[in-house]
């Protein structure tokens, strides 16, 4: 048969395959779902060129919005109420919820390497960007009054602890690890005092690191040990799993500082995955050890609720479905807090607790969403923006996301790297900070105490 | 399509956007039903589809692109309903003898489409997409190249590599020898 031939009775069978008519109420479910759908505001250029330097544009300010001024009114008042009956005085402090600080971010020039990255600090609002600190990866800690990143120590890369501002830099501890990748697996305490990180193989001759390691030299990630800045106190949190394939994910401290869970992760079988056996949860003072989920998943993610009673994750459930799941840290109340049909990642509960934001992995790629927590029922997400990472603002109303590259559609006409900032209901046009190169870590903003 | 009922419905405008949609419903569903071989299939990804157009349509910034967004976005999620299925379902491979009684007589078009149907369900999703926007659609190569977001080259290759395949299985069926010649030497 001629190639034409064949085009012909292809195009005559497409035809006739072809249906004519549409299924009842398909058109109306549109219609319906689109009434009850708010659509996406465009992204909207606040600034251009290089956000470093000289060449930086000052984002936007905040546009008040009337909402969020009745909210602080009637937060206020309520204040003021429980001042009155003296309730305030027995209720804690929630250590996640506060005033919005500084914003810190990794930047890089182009064609720089990892090695002449620069801290940037900006105010709340993204205004008065300016370099702080030469480094990677910065982070403040839970209660906002250090701020910790890695840098170029004495004798290799090494942990600084410096005030919120860059100022009074000091090296705390050889980096102990080989791996210089985004994910720092050193976790500070919620007050800056701790360390909690992994065992290595290679000594490093480092202020504290070195008496930690006894020669039998450990596998990698095989142990998460604590280690205080003062020097006083240093001891392992996680020995090595009796197993000899399982590894630790970073570990993460929960915001009261009472607790850090670690993922208990090994290969998968085609070794080009990893699959989470576990997650454990120590106490930090007594040491004791409890693993707390049977969800199945395959990330290290993990992120406290601001009360610290409760951890959420990605997961699968048991019939393979893709999830954010919850455990309470005693191991009880196993639940999902948000379902999905694609691949989710990064939980992180928000300051108040009353939502979750994780990224989903749709057809176009990765985008934002985030759930209202509830007690046993998933609703639908809300759908936010294209972006590689999201953080909360502290007071909860405002999610900072990195994007780098292009290819979603709402960056058409915006190819570059971005962090940008986009209000936590997703309905103003997203604000944007242009990057030279995209950060190798999440920002991180810095809480100040309500 | 009306530039203006796609402007409105930009602005969010639900109404223009439901009198927009009834116009796109039959072909959208169509090629849908082409590509995945299922009506519950078909439908899920033309709602998942125009849902997105409606929630993404504020970034839409050349109204004129609005038919060629449209098939991009049904395309895609087409991709994805069949790679939810792939992942959720065994994969059911239906076995048919092979055809005994074909001859070259007035029944050939029937049985040519027969192996064009056979062939056409071996296909991926990806090469039953460019088949069905190309001799369906009626769109050209470039025109195809900008709907599934990749160059007009792997078009061509993809269509290439798409009817070789169905014309293959075509010739294996034209040489299987039938019934009689199999019993009698």
Known sequence: MSPDVFDRELESWLTGQAPTVVPDGLHDA???????????????????????????RAVGRVRPRLAYVVAIAALALALAAAVAAGALLQKPENPLLGRNGMIVFTGSMEQATMFSSDIHAAGPDGTDERVIAEGWCPAFTTDGRHLTYLGYGTHSPALYVAEPDGSSPREVAGYPVVSFGPSTPIAMSPDGAKIAWFGAQIRYEAQLTPTLIDGSMPANNREIWLTSIDGREQRPLFPAPADSDQVYGPPVWSPDGRWIAAAVMRASADEETSIRDAIEVVEVATGKIRSVTTIAGDSTEISWSPDSHTLAYPG?????????????????????????????????????????????????????????????????????????????????????????GNGAPELEGFTGDVIAFVDAGFEDPPRLIPMSRGPDCLPSWQRLAP | MSDDLVTRARAGDVDAFATLTAGLMRPLYATAMLILRDADQASDAVQDALVRVWVDLPSLRDVEKFDAWVRRILVHSCYAVARRRRRREVVEIQVQAPSASWSPDPQQSVAVRDEIERGFRRLTPELRAVIVLRHYVGLSTLECADVLGIPEGTVKSRLNAAKTAMRASLAADERTPTLAEQVIP
């Open chain 1, 316 to 404: 699968r459930s048991r019939v393979g479905s893709p999830g954010i799941f919850a455990v309470g840290v005693d191991g009880t109340g196993e639940r999902i807090l948000a379902g999905s049909s694609e691949h989710v990642s990064m939980p992180q509960w928000s300051p108040d607790g009353s939502r979750i934001l994780y990224i989903v992995e749709d057809f176009f790629g990765r985008r934002v969403a985030v759930s209202t927590v509830q007690a046993d029922a998933a609703e639908e997400p809300l759908a936010g923006p294209y972006a590689d990472g999201a953080i909360w603002s502290p007071d909860g109303s405002t999610i900072l996301l990195t994007r780098r």
């Open chain 1, 30 to 56: 549109v219609v319906g779902a689109a009434r009850r759908r708010r659509q996406r505001p465009s992204w909207l250029p606040l600034g251009s060129g290089s956000a470093f330097g000289a060449g930086s």
